[in-house]
């Protein structure tokens, strides 16, 4: 019992000793390192704006705090029930769902004074009575949107913009990142 003890106890000191001895390589540095660089927090703030002839004639206002390397979600709507067979019941969610993930200079030293975002918008609504046309059952509007850019601090960013099929009406998403203390 006690040469196996002593045999245990000569083991552990190798793998002790050896593991000390190692060098940590550059990789595995900057790992250990990497979450206190990831903690710095963002304001990021969405506007959806409706436009006409180059007009801005409606805009709605969203925004949410993230971490650097982090991401967040803005859901507002309705979930409405959608009867696919008799007595059987899904759910459809109606409104809007904005998704953004945040990855800032301190991870990419070319981007500078700016941060990397990838984005994600769906904007859902029923369509009014005039275009409905002859459907008995709700007809659904939609605009999905999903791109990543660099945005300068501080300077509003046009993400994306869509022409609406039914009217001579353009929306735009636009995003501002503020670095928060």
Not at 65 to 90: C, H, M, Q
Not at 153 to 164: A, F, I, Q, R, W
Request: glycine residues 6%; hydrophobic residues 40%.
């Amino acid at each position: 019992m006690l040469k196996k003890t002593i045999v245990a106890a000569t083991l552990i000191l190798a793998v002790m000793a050896v593991g000390r001895g190692r060098k940590v390589s550059a990789q595995e540095a900057v790992a250990t390192k990497a979450p206190d660089a990831e903690k710095q927090a963002y304001r990021i703030d969405f506007s959806v704006n409706e436009m006409e002839d180059g007009k801005r004639i409606n805009s709605r206002q969203y925004s949410m705090n993230l971490n650097a390397g982090d991401t967040s979600e803005i859901k507002i709507g309705t979930r409405v029930p959608i009867e696919e067979k008799a007595g059987e019941f899904s759910y459809l969610d109606v409104g809007t769902s904005i998704w953004c993930r945040l990855r800032d200079r301190n991870n990419d030293a070319w981007l500078g004074n700016a941060v990397l975002l990838s984005v994600g918008s769906e904007i859902s609504n029923f369509a009014v009575p005039d275009q409905q046309g002859q459907n008995v059952r709700p007809l659904l509007r939609q605009l999905k949107l999903a791109a990543s850019t660099a945005a300068q601090l501080g300077k509003p960013t046009v993400v994306g913009s869509m022409d609406d099929p039914n009217s001579k009406r353009q929306f735009q998403l636009e995003v501002t990142a503020t670095k928060l203390r």
